[in-house]
């Protein structure tokens, strides 16, 4: 487990000229769950940060995505894009409503600075989405799950520093973790890959008994993307997040609200608590079908906001490219 005290230190602070080169991700046609949040401005598409679908109705961010716009705009302007590229969409959708948690601390850099705390965001789409949703993990991380692989998947820059609007993912190890964040050191994988700008808010995914699950939401990185990340823990914001299932979906049950009970097959996920799953344990007199198990693998990527000149598209824009998430731990 990371030491409670992070120290900030003012060399890592993102400068708006800096040109972050290294993410090394591999481009990305599976999670389809996982979408662009950006904007269509006469045509002309733009992708600021990264989201993804827990519910049918309800895409779950990062707060630091809009804390400079109020929410109504982002509701009114704002569009999730569907697809590998938001350049060919395969489909658009409207937001009717959109929540930051009530006790969100933006990072802040520099002596005495701050990491930031419930970094987390809903944005509830106008309509029923048209593909799956990927659910969320809201067990508490322990130190059994240390060195696992984390999939960090984001619509951010490549090494270039550029490329932003495409689907890509990374494969982290879950380094560190604290009561806030879950940590990934750029040195620890394989292709020295971590999140960069514009996959602020994506999702930091686990392969959990045959299964995808979110694990955390892509909060911050360092000034050029080449040494650490940090991701917001979803277990750490599960009360919060389960209260606004609850208002869109009128349950708190992830496995009612995502449909699970009503398709007619045992949803592992849902074993405990799926009616077909028991169906299944009487017809065969094995008390283990359908049953959890303990965590396994699988499971990269943030965003460090890129502060690009976008002139002409005023506040929206500059509110929700990806933020500053610039910092050090000791």
């Not at 409670?4 to 230190?9: H, Q, R, S, V």
């Not at 959890?292 to 699988?298: F, Y």
């Not at 005023?314 to 490219?321: E, I, K, M, P, Y």
Request: overall charge negative.
């Amino acid at each position: 487990m990371i030491a409670p005290l992070l120290a900030l230190f003012p060399a890592f602070v993102f400068a708006a000229e800096a040109d972050p080169k290294i993410v090394n991700g591999t481009e990305e046609e599976g999670f389809p769950s996982v979408v662009s949040l950006g904007a269509d401005f006469g045509g002309q598409r733009y992708s600021f940060c990264t989201g993804n679908l827990i519910t049918p109705r309800i895409v779950l961010s990062a707060a630091h995505c809009s804390a400079d716009l109020p929410l109504e705009a982002v509701v009114a302007i704002g569009r999730a894009f569907v697809g590998p590229n938001i350049d060919d969409a395969e489909h658009i959708l409207a937001f009717s409503d959109a929540a930051v948690h009530p006790d969100y601390v933006p990072l802040s850099n520099g002596p005495g600075g701050s990491l930031g705390e419930n970094d987390a965001a809903v944005l509830i789409l106008a309509e029923d989405a048209p593909i799956a949703a990927t659910p969320v993990n809201l067990d508490p991380v322990v130190d059994e799950d240390l060195g696992i692989a984390l999939t960090s998947v984001g619509f951010g820059i490549t090494e270039t520093g550029r490329g932003d609007g495409v689907k890509r993912s990374a494969v982290l190890s879950l380094d560190e973790y604290d009561e806030v964040f879950l940590y990934a050191y750029n040195r620890n994988n394989e292709t020295n890959s971590n999140i960069c700008s514009g996959d602020s808010g994506g999702p930091q995914f686990a392969w959990v008994d045959d299964h995808w699950e979110q694990w955390a939401i892509h909060s911050w990185g360092d000034q050029n993307c080449e040494q650490v990340s940090g991701s917001t823990r979803v277990d750490s914001v599960s009360e919060w997040l389960l209260d606004q299932v609850e208002a869109v979906h009128g349950t708190r049950d992830l496995c009612e609200a995502n449909g699970y009970y009503a398709d007619g097959i045992c949803t592992p996920l849902c074993a405990t608590t799926d009616p077909e799953c028991v169906e299944e344990e009487e017809d065969s007199g094995d008390p283990t079908v359908g049953g959890g198990g303990a965590k396994e693998s699988p499971g990269g990527c943030q965003s460090v906001p890129l502060r690009g000149s976008w002139a002409g598209l005023g506040a929206f824009v500059f509110a929700l490219s990806s933020r500053v998430r610039a910092k050090r731990k000791n």
